[in-house]
């Protein structure tokens, strides 16, 4: 699909897409239209949170080996912004797993500037983000997709959704946010495992 190839092609790398977040957190603001105190704040807690996952959380050796089994090359298509906590949370882990094979690269767009890719990868009707989609790199035949989340972090977000249980959305946020930092990306590895061993 022609739209893939196009998106690959305009996509960043993880490290410009990490030194554009510094960039933002520095001077107080965020990725897309939406401005505040707030989004400003989210940013600068995920700036936090992706250094963390970066020196703490280390690939597992059964990812490894799949990963390095694998001799596909692969293009790794992000949807991110960078006040997103789920962007936060999982990307950086999967950058560490593109990062074990050489035939693979990462490439970040935002997603409120491709409205016309989100639009292709909707969960439940919503824009939710991270998606990442995985292509073959020479033909961009779509091989995966996943996102926005691991499975036990979203069905929390159906659940909340469903019934909020007199929760504030920010009180949610924070019982997500404690269920990343009590799982340690072992879930999302789990997933991933799942998703290359199919390739």
């Not at 700036?47 to 690939?59: E, V």
């Not at 069905?155 to 404690?178: C, P, T």
């Amino acid at each position: 699909m022609s739209i893939l190839k196009e998106k690959v092609s305009i996509g960043i790398s993880y490290d410009s897409y990490h030194q554009i977040v510094e960039e933002l957190v520095a001077g107080g603001k965020t990725s897309g239209q939406h401005q505040s105190e707030d989004m400003a704040h989210y940013t600068e807690m995920n700036l936090q949170r992706m250094n963390r996952i970066l020196k703490t959380i280390d690939i597992d050796t059964e990812l490894t080996d799949i990963i390095k089994k694998i001799t596909k090359p692969i293009v790794f298509l992000v949807l991110a912004e960078a006040w997103c906590g789920d962007v936060a949370q999982n990307i950086p882990i999967v950058q560490k797993i593109v990062g074990l094979n050489p035939n693979w690269q990462m490439r970040l767009v935002w997603r409120d500037e491709n409205l016309d890719l989100m639009n292709l990868y909707l969960t439940n009707g919503g824009i939710s983000i991270p998606k990442v989609v995985l292509l073959d790199a020479q033909s961009f035949e779509e091989l995966a997709v996943w996102g926005p989340r691991p499975e036990p972090a979203q069905q929390m977000v159906i659940a909340y959704k469903k019934d909020n249980r007199g929760l504030s959305y920010m009180d949610f946020v924070k019982e997500v946010q404690l269920w990343y930092a009590k799982d340690r990306g072992e879930t999302l590895q789990r997933e991933w495992k799942k998703i290359l061993a199919q390739l």
